[in-house]
């Protein structure tokens, strides 16, 4: 799994057109502006799957995928993993090309991390929850209307819990791209 993300993150990193230097995925504490802002968008991703399971009655700190560690919602990671790519990488990948973040809306230092600044978080903020609610086709949808984001992760986590009450198969979602 190492040596993929690290593959993978190498293939991001070429994609990047914007003022904001990334050499790499680094957390904890993020070393640049790109990983900052990767970090904030799974951690907003992961805080809703964590309401949701809660909703859906079950601990979202007793996972499948990731292992349980004192405070870590590691159910929701484990549905996070569904979208990292399909709403976090990209929506970073956007914003930073289209120079929405710039290096202005971060603060710190790569040996002791950096962080979204106010006016960074607030521009973040904004256009993830246009992305969470953009309404859009997707082929599992089945539901009546189309499909949003926030609509797919409470799918998720219901078919999560169903699949765990079941013994059945989870069936996880699938990006296969997006037409509006």
Do not use: I
């Amino acid at each position: 799994e190492g040596d993929a993300a690290r593959r993978y993150f190498a293939a991001f990193g070429t994609m990047l057109r914007g003022d904001l230097p990334f050499h790499g995925r680094s957390r904890r504490p993020p070393r640049d502006g790109v990983n900052a802002a990767l970090s904030f968008g799974y951690t907003l991703v992961m805080t809703e799957l964590v309401g949701l399971a809660a909703a859906e009655g079950l601990d979202p700190h007793v996972g499948l995928l990731h292992e349980v560690h004192y405070g870590r919602p590691s159910l929701a990671l484990d549905v996070l993993e569904e979208f990292r790519q399909p709403v976090v990488d990209r929506l970073v990948l956007s914003l930073v090309n289209r120079k929405v973040l710039q290096p202005v809306y971060f603060t710190g230092e790569p040996e002791s991390g950096v962080l979204l600044n106010d006016e960074g978080r607030s521009r973040f903020l904004r256009y993830y929850h246009k992305l969470m609610d953009e309404p859009f086709s997707c082929r599992d949808w089945t539901d009546d209307g189309p499909a949003t984001f926030r609509l797919l992760l409470r799918r998720q986590m219901h078919r999560m819990r169903q699949a765990l009450e079941s013994a059945q198969n989870y069936l996880p979602y699938r990006h296969y791209g997006r037409s509006a």
